[in-house]
């Protein structure tokens, strides 16, 4: 169905690969840290994409997603020998067991899942803002749940002590999984299906689409990825707080999709990457001192204040986002070189990679 | 995009090593810090790290340590977890310090800590006060203040000994593990002792409408001896502000946060009387913090804003102190030096760091609010 | 205390509290209204009124005089971001909207605190604010009585200027149907720009009314009563402009009660209470009490 050029996609795995496998093996902890957390923002990103960009199902409750599968994974995994002390609540079984990673992490991506449905079945009637809204309260909800189930949670102190096991390796496999998914998922009967009760739900009712089906089945997908985001990000910095899944932790969500572009996988790892890799460029400067021979006093809150200008001059140039609706494909490549006919309309997102 | 990253750390590097340093016959000593001066913990981290500065400052200007000058390098922590472990990397595998001293949120340790511990640099904790965040780290891992444990269990002791109390009330932010912790710490001992917790409330981080708290109060029936306010800094002008506004004139016992000049000017000095605290040093005149008050005072035109100014400035100086005595300038023997130091003289007091499990055996400060002045009570241990 | 005597007092501190969160909701209201745009700026922008407000009292200058300079500077913040950043982007999405807004926020904050510190502060106190005042066996102080009088005062007028003015019916027909209003000939721009001015300067009322109350200002001071206003307007009925006041009060009402009267254990979840109960208006009557049934922009 999807044509894209045959060796595309094995040389890009391949030169990913290689990548990964140089900055495994030569980059120190703090580049590898920082190429983590890209990953796991590009997950978070695609995988609120699916449920806002392509469903428009505009959800502020994906860091609940994250933080359920992320406490999830957590607890699963968490040393037998602390749990007794620290997470004392739990039943007896579940304090004498470690599980292995990958099924944690995966556990984690369901109980997110679950939750998405428990919530989903009765939210996902609302529209526009006031779904935004609901799931709002979901993140709210999650997150005090947090703080207040101490037993279960370590509360505000955060659960620290949990394993590294989240290497580059880990969150770059998870990282290209969630785009294969999404991506055709998205470019299925299934994601028609979506795209269409999108851009008008009447329309896509009478043409026999089950509405409530599709928006639920898209908005658990994307929780799941959310909740596998959450694992990895705790077993990335070895702590999960409530704070890392605040009002904060929505809007920088939300920023990043909606620079990148809604409805483009392309736009969701732009976006990551704006939000994650340039503050890194802009923090040695913050501290002040002199550089290239200007002297400079500290300016806190620099970084804040060239990403907020960021959002600001990107919407007011391309309210759109950058990459729009676009996907960076080779395709779209050749069609660029001959001309600009590239199709940026919304509702005709992704179809121009839908060669049949 | 590693690359790139890494040729800009290369230039950042070399702007750095450009910076003209007075003493620069010798190559300096690298102190990471890592402290917010920006989101919701900057009012107590930015207080800390000025005072860090200047302390670096006073070092550098007697000749720095054995005749090397101190270069803190700071990094921004923003108040998210994130950017704090970030921070704890950068300082360790790029700035490649030999020691680090930071954050006032134990949480925020406990982000940054393994990272250190990894890497086998000291790290010491300014303000976080979970009493045994060494054993939960590691060897590497120390801290400044003295435990939740402490002052609580000071606070507790001063209302049954002191003002003869017999019932409390207590009111925590429910979304600080620092709050939730005192309160905790405070309830055990006081109902160890046969005192009563008649009722308990909770505010959250951000309220600064505490009327229904303080009409509960105002509705319990007999009174309470005195109220345990768990807050933190910020809050407590407030909160004292409105109970005494409100007719309340039970005494209010509060913790380190209390500290801070803004008490007595937010709150206004009628409505502090019968207000006590438990604190890390007396910023008043004649407690032997008054130098530093002064010092403080002339390079940054006010006094310290709160208690964690003289925990920054501790910090500093404790890493000096472990530096002259290491035997030579390498993170091991620092790390080896700080746990000889077992009468440290700082300006929140008397402190032995010997234990390598738990926060160092520290005298607490117990302060009343007398005419809008700070009044030392004395220096307890539980 | 008697229980009756506790339970007024409760209502009035739920009262005071509410009528604050419904002066912030209107202009949040208001521009969903017209826009259909979550403003999630319109707490910093109380904020930095209430900043610049506070060297006016540090001088010395009295409360009314305070308040002018609060309202002032507020409207002519908001007056400014909506001309620079949201007046070309009138046709864009609202999503577009949001996350421009997201960026003022996040500009306002940390220029705020880059000029002046993290600590917090407070306009000088006024004997007159403070005094207590008490009915029957209910305490407040003068301040308290003013933020409902004020409050009244303004809710009153800019119902008035609603109803009764050009202008006023003029954005009354924009809610309804911008396009339509597009082509009775009404200024959409400078409805939406008069809109934001009031919206604007009612925060600033609510933010010298904050610093007095509870002294206690950061920059972070007006992100917090942003967002609770929007869950206020919401309840109420995003876009009607009864609903938000009475959104703010229900609101303000439900914060109090609950951890007024509810045993601590359970308090604690006060905010997780508060989006249930949003989340449950919203399910039963997605409009929010007030508003009324709409064809949401896709």
């Known amino acids: ?88 609540a739990y039943p007896e079984w579940l304090l004498q067991i470690a599980v292995p990673f990958l099924p944690a992490l995966i556990l984690g991506g369901l109980a ?30 999650v997150q005090v749940s947090i703080v207040n189930l101490v037993d279960y949670t370590r509360g505000a102190l955060g659960l ?169 494909t080779m395709r779209n490549l050749v069609t660029r070189t001959r001309g600009p006919a590239i199709r940026t309309s919304v509702k005709t997102s992704g179809s121009e990679v839908e060669a049949k | 995009m590693s690359k790139v990253l890494g040729r800009f750390a290369a230039a950042a590097a070399i702007a750095l090593a450009g910076m003209a340093i007075p003493a620069a016959a010798q190559e300096p000593i690298k102190l990471g810090a890592i402290y917010s001066v920006t989101g919701s913990y900057a009012v107590i981290e930015d207080p800390a790290l000025k005072a860090a500065r200047l302390a670096v400052k006073e070092i550098n200007a007697q000749g720095g340590i054995k005749g090397r000058p101190i270069e803190l390098i700071h990094y921004d922590g923003k108040s998210t977890l994130a950017d704090i472990a970030n921070a704890a990397q950068r300082l360790v595998h790029e700035d490649q310090v030999i020691a680090i001293i930071g954050v006032a949120d134990s949480g925020f340790y406990l982000a940054s800590a393994p990272i250190a511990q990894d890497a086998g640099i000291p790290y010491l904790d300014t303000g976080g006060t979970v009493p045994n965040l060494p054993e939960q780290i590691g060897e590497f891992a120390h801290m400044m203040p003295f435990g939740d444990d402490y002052q609580a269990f000071v606070a507790a002791d001063f209302a049954l000994n002191d003002l003869k109390a017999k019932t409390a009330f207590l009111l925590r932010d429910a979304d600080s593990d620092y709050t939730r912790a005192i309160a905790m710490f405070f309830k055990q001992r006081f109902e160890e002792k046969d005192g009563k917790i008649v009722d308990e409330s909770s505010y959250h981080t951000g309220d600064t409408d505490y009327s229904a708290h303080v009409t509960k109060i105002r509705s319990l029936n007999p009174q309470p001896d005195v109220i345990y306010a768990a807050m933190n800094p910020g809050d407590d002008a407030t909160f004292v502000r409105q109970a005494r506004e409100a007719g309340i004139t039970i005494p209010i016992i509060g ?73 030579e300038l390498t993170p091991k023997a620092i790390n080896d030096a700080i746990f000889t130091i077992t009468n440290f003289a700082g300006v929140t007091g008397n402190a032995n760091f010997s234990d390598p499990k738990r926060a160092p055996d520290k005298e607490v400060t117990l302060i009343a609010v007398k005419d809008g002045k700070f009044d030392l009570i004395g220096n307890r241990k539980p | 205390m008697s229980g009756s005597a506790v339970f007024l007092q409760q209502l009035a501190n739920g009262l005071v509290l509410g009528f604050l969160y419904g002066l912030i909701a209107i202009g ?123 409050a009244l005062a303004f809710v009153i007028g800019t119902h008035y200027f609603l109803q009764n003015t050009r202008p006023g019916l003029a954005i009354r027909a924009l809610s309804q149907d911008l396009n339509a209003a597009r082509m009775m000939g009404i200024r959409v721009q400078r409805m939406v720009f008069i809109c934001f001015l009031v919206g604007s300067a009612l925060a600033g009322v609510a933010g010298v009314f904050i610093g007095y109350k509870y002294g206690h200002l950061t920059p972070y001071s007006g992100f917090l009563p942003g967002v609770k206003a929007f869950v206020a307007a919401v309840i109420g009925g995003i876009g009607s402009f009864p609903g938000a006041v009475v959104g703010g009060i229900i609101l303000g009402l439900l914060e109090v009660f609950l951890v007024g009267y509810l045993p601590d254990q359970l308090a604690q979840f006060r905010d997780a209470y508060v989006f249930l109960v949003l989340i449950l208006v919203l399910l039963i009557r997605p409009s929010g009490l007030f508003g009324r049934a709409e064809f949401v922009k896709a």
């Open chain 2, 255 to 327: 913790g380190d946060a209390f500290d801070n000049p803004d008490l007595v000017k937010n709150a206004g000095a009628k409505n502090t009387a019968d207000v006590y605290f438990t604190t890390h040093m007396a910023l008043t005149p004649n407690s032997g913090a008054d130098k530093f008050i002064e010092a403080y005072k002339a390079e940054y035109g006010h006094p310290p804003e709160n208690a964690f100014a003289g925990l920054g400035y501790d910090s500093v100086y404790l890493m000096a102190e472990a530096m002259n005595k290491a035997s």
């Open chain 3, 28 to 150: 949040l209201s208001m521009v969903y209204g017209l826009l259909r745009m979550i403003n999630f700026a319109h707490g910093d922008v109380l904020m930095v009124g209430v900043f610049i407000a506070l060297p006016v009292s540090w001088m010395g200058a009295p409360f009314p005089i305070v308040l002018l300079a609060g309202i002032a500077a507020a409207t002519a913040v908001g007056g400014l971001i909506q001309w620079t950043v949201y007046r070309p982007l009138i046709r864009s999405r609202d999503v577009t909207l949001l996350v421009a807004s997201l960026g003022v926020s996040l500009l306002l904050q940390n220029l705020v605190l880059m000029l002046t510190s993290p600590q917090p502060k407070r306009p000088d106190p006024e004997a007159f604010l403070d005094a207590p005042f008490q009915i029957g066996g209910v305490f407040l102080r003068n301040v308290d009585l003013l933020i409902v009088a004020l």
């Open chain 1, 112 to 141: 997110a899942s679950i939750a998405a449905v428990l919530v989903g079945w009765p939210v996902l009637r609302l529209r526009g803002h006031y779904l935004a809204v609901a799931t709002l309260g979901l993140t709210v909800i």
């Open chain 1, 160 to 328: 620290s002590g949990i394993p590294n096991y989240a290497n580059l390796w880990w969150i770059y496999g998870f990282v290209v999984l969630t785009m294969y998914v999404v991506y055709r998922l998205v470019h299925s009967r299934f994601g028609r299906a979506l795209r269409a009760v999108r851009d008008d739900t009447v329309a896509a009712q009478m043409s026999g689409v089950n509405v409530a089906r599709t928006r639920l089945i898209a908005f658990t997908i994307s929780a799941f990825f959310a909740g596998i985001a959450g694992g990895l990000l705790g077993h990335l910095l070895r702590i999960l707080t409530p704070g890392q899944f605040s009002f904060n932790a929505v809007f920088i969500g939300v920023a990043m999709m909606i620079l990148g572009g809604m409805g483009s996988i392309t736009g969701s790892v732009i976006g990551a990457l704006i939000m994650t890799i340039l503050p890194q460029f802009i923090i040695p400067f913050e501290r002040g001192g002199s550089f290239f021979g200007f002297e400079l006093p500290a300016l806190h809150g620099l970084t804040q204040i060239v990403t907020a200008l960021i959002l600001i001059i990107v919407m007011l140039i391309r309210p759109e986002g950058i990459a729009g609706s676009k996907e960076l």
């Open chain 1, 1 to 88: 169905m999807i044509r894209v050029r045959k060796a595309t996609i094995p040389i890009a795995l391949l030169l990913l690969i290689a990548a990964l496998w140089l900055a495994q093996s030569q980059l120190n902890a703090f580049y590898l840290q920082v190429l983590g957390l890209l990953g796991i923002n590009i997950m978070l990103t695609v995988s609120l994409n699916l449920a806002a960009g392509y469903g428009g199902m505009f959800s502020l409750g994906h860091p609940a997603f994250a933080a359920i599968g992320g406490y999830t994974a957590a607890v699963l995994t968490y040393p037998v020998a602390m749990k007794a002390f620290r997470i004392p």
